[in-house]
């Protein structure tokens, strides 16, 4: 897809939906969107909504600075996942990438995720807020969709406190929680792996609480829910999905409803307060 002459801007695209409605909306916002997607996630949908794209594997950060700078653009933001395990499995580094592993001193989320803003800068691109151009995808405070949440606020309050402890280690930013215990914390596997094994401890009343990290950097790992997210969450028994309120995003919205209200599971939008 291509757009009139002017701001040009680069898309960092990784797992799911995210990427694709974060392109239309800078498609909307006037943006002609150049794309870096990873072959080991993005969905090849992208394509039909952008610019121009480029696939490379996940590591391969020379050549999406390569990319960005053909295209003409000095901003990037980033949207979707590129799951962790990418690095003990199919990773793929180039000479920049090797450039910033020798900086790290852990192989956490922050870690990886600033030392790669770093390299962009250092090449001239700015990596800003997911949120920048995404407000209309946050999630608001109270009931967001599906039947009335206000019994179970107990575990809402619980499973918050616990969830913001976890992310403040930079584990994980998603627990399943039942009568006010911890079924299961996401780790390396991910949100949907955590909710499986938490939901299939529950009696079906499980709860999963997704925040964001105390002192999130809203240039990635921003938290969001989607359809997916509900779907695995019927699958293995949880029945209530709270989310920080202002600070998560919400994936295809509409539907999103749809399926809460299909499925029968409370979304609440939760500040801590």
Same mark, same amino acid.
């Not at 003409?72 to 949207?79: K, S």
């Not at 989607?226 to 995003?249: I, Q, R």
């Given at each position: 897809?291509?757009?009139?002459?002017?701001?040009?801007?680069?898309? /960092?695209? *990784?797992?799911?939906?995210?990427?694709? &409605?974060?392109?239309?909306? @800078?498609?909307?916002?006037?943006?002609?969107?150049?794309?870096?997607?990873? $072959?080991?996630?993005?969905?090849?949908? /992208?394509?039909?909504?952008?610019?121009?794209?480029?696939?490379?594997?996940?590591? #391969?950060?020379?050549?999406?600075?390569?990319?960005?700078?053909?295209?003409?653009? =000095? #901003?990037?933001?980033?949207?979707?996942?590129?799951?962790?395990?990418?690095?003990?499995?199919?990773?793929?580094?180039?000479?920049?990438?090797?450039?910033?592993?020798?900086?790290?001193? =852990?192989?956490?989320?922050?870690?990886?995720?600033?030392?790669?803003?770093?390299?962009?800068?250092?090449?001239?691109?700015?990596?800003?807020?997911?949120?920048?151009?995404?407000?209309?995808?946050?999630?608001?405070?109270? @009931?967001?969709? *599906?039947?009335?949440?206000?019994?179970?606020?107990?575990?809402?309050?619980?499973?918050?406190?616990?969830?913001?402890? /976890?992310?403040?280690?930079?584990?994980? #930013?998603?627990?399943?929680?039942?009568?006010?215990?911890?079924?299961?914390?996401?780790? /390396? &596997?991910?949100?949907?792996?955590?909710?499986?094994?938490? *939901?299939?401890?529950?009696?079906?009343?499980?709860?999963?609480?997704?925040?964001?990290?105390?002192?999130?950097?809203?240039?990635?790992?921003?938290?969001?829910?989607?359809?997916?997210?509900?779907?695995?969450?019927?699958?293995?028994?949880?029945?209530?999905?709270?989310?920080?309120? &202002?600070?998560?995003?919400?994936?295809? $919205?509409?539907?999103?409803?749809?399926?809460?209200?299909?499925?029968?599971?409370?979304?609440?939008?939760?500040?801590?307060?």
């Amino acid at each position: 897809m291509t757009t009139a002459a002017g701001r040009r801007i680069g898309l /960092i695209a *990784g797992y799911g939906h995210f990427p694709l &409605e974060l392109a239309q909306a @800078l498609n909307e916002t006037g943006f002609e969107v150049h794309v870096v997607a990873a $072959r080991e996630e993005t969905s090849k949908e /992208i394509e039909a909504l952008v610019a121009s794209t480029c696939w490379l594997h996940v590591g #391969q950060i020379g050549g999406m600075i390569k990319a960005f700078k053909k295209a003409g653009v =000095d #901003q990037v933001v980033m949207a979707g996942k590129v799951r962790k395990l990418h690095l003990f499995r199919n990773f793929r580094p180039d000479l920049t990438a090797m450039k910033g592993l020798l900086r790290l001193k =852990d192989r956490r989320d922050d870690s990886i995720l600033n030392t790669i803003a770093e390299l962009l800068a250092e090449a001239g691109l700015t990596l800003i807020d997911q949120t920048r151009y995404a407000g209309a995808m946050l999630a608001g405070e109270g @009931l967001l969709a *599906g039947p009335a949440a206000a019994k179970r606020m107990p575990d809402i309050r619980f499973g918050f406190t616990h969830a913001k402890a /976890i992310a403040g280690l930079d584990i994980g #930013q998603t627990i399943v929680v039942q009568d006010q215990a911890v079924l299961a914390v996401e780790a /390396i &596997e991910g949100t949907d792996e955590a909710i499986t094994r938490g *939901g299939s401890l529950g009696s079906g009343k499980a709860a999963v609480i997704k925040v964001a990290k105390p002192n999130q950097d809203l240039r990635f790992d921003v938290p969001a829910v989607g359809p997916d997210t509900l779907a695995t969450m019927h699958a293995s028994g949880c029945t209530l999905l709270a989310v920080e309120a &202002e600070k998560t995003l919400i994936i295809e $919205r509409q539907r999103f409803r749809e399926l809460a209200a299909s499925y029968g599971i409370s979304v609440y939008g939760y500040s801590g307060t």
